[in-house]
């Protein structure tokens, strides 16, 4: 059964708020964040949400979706992004020092092509920028799909990426619309949890990096499948 979205409150909150907010509706599942979800690493969607910055949510091991398998449409509204996903082989704790590319590179200990499922829990997915947030910048569920490599590549800067629903191709892209390379996504999440009292990234988590295609709206019966260069990175079956 779907459920009832919201309507969207008058008011919004301050960002901070918003992330106080996304930090205690998750913290009621009592579960740790295995996956963080950048959301609006793109100049155009940052600029359609009057945003200066990306967009962080999170997400518990629940959440996470073998490839192949299927995926409750749980919320009316529901899109698929194609994202460059890493898994985090150590700690990247707060240490004084911001993180740069050099610095992050050792601890990824895999890359892996993916697909985000984001659902709004508001009526419609139009809310302003701060309720965005509030609302778990719509992360979903994330498909871990095949792995791509066991660190780093630069080809991964510049990755065609496409996006298919029931074999129709739908959108493609490519990963450097993530803030120019995914690279530097995972660079100022690992900065951002640091500055904002989150511990900064940790052994295992994995970090889904933004969307290489942007949203694709998906429903029950769909079948959607994302491609990364010249291999099939994640496939999902959504249902009812």
């Not at 708020?17 to 009592?30: K, L, N, W």
């Not at 979800?37 to 999170?58: C, I, M, N, W, Y």
């Not at 019966?221 to 249902?239: E, P, S």
Request: aromatic share 6%.
């Amino acid at each position: 059964m779907k459920r009832a979205p919201i309507k969207v409150p008058d008011i919004a909150p301050s960002l901070a708020e918003a992330y106080d907010i996304q930090r205690a509706v998750f913290g009621t599942s009592g579960l740790p964040v295995t996956v963080w979800k950048l959301a609006l690493t793109s100049d155009p969607v940052r600029e359609q949400f009057g945003a200066a910055e990306p967009a962080v949510g999170r997400l518990s091991a629940s959440a996470i979706l073998n490839p192949g398998t299927e995926a409750r449409q749980t919320w009316p509204e529901l899109y698929a992004e194609a994202e460059i996903v890493f898994q985090i082989g150590q700690d990247l704790p707060p240490t004084g020092t911001p993180y740069t590319r050099e610095t992050v590179l050792p601890a990824i200990r895999a890359v892996h092509g993916g697909i985000e499922l984001a659902a709004s829990r508001y009526l419609g997915s139009s809310a302003p920028l701060k309720l965005f947030v509030a609302d778990n910048a719509m992360a979903h569920a994330i498909v871990a799909g095949s792995h791509l490599a066991a660190g780093w590549e630069p080809r991964f800067g510049a990755l065609p990426v496409s996006i298919q629903v029931n074999g129709e191709l739908i959108e493609t892209g490519s990963s450097s619309r993530v803030m120019g390379n995914p690279l530097d996504a995972l660079v100022w999440l690992a900065n951002w949890l640091c500055e904002n009292g989150e511990g900064g990234l940790r052994r295992d988590q994995l970090v889904s990096s933004g969307s290489c295609t942007g949203a694709t709206p998906v429903k029950a019966g769909d079948v959607v499948t994302a491609d990364f260069g010249d291999k099939q990175g994640a496939r999902i079956t959504i249902v009812d």
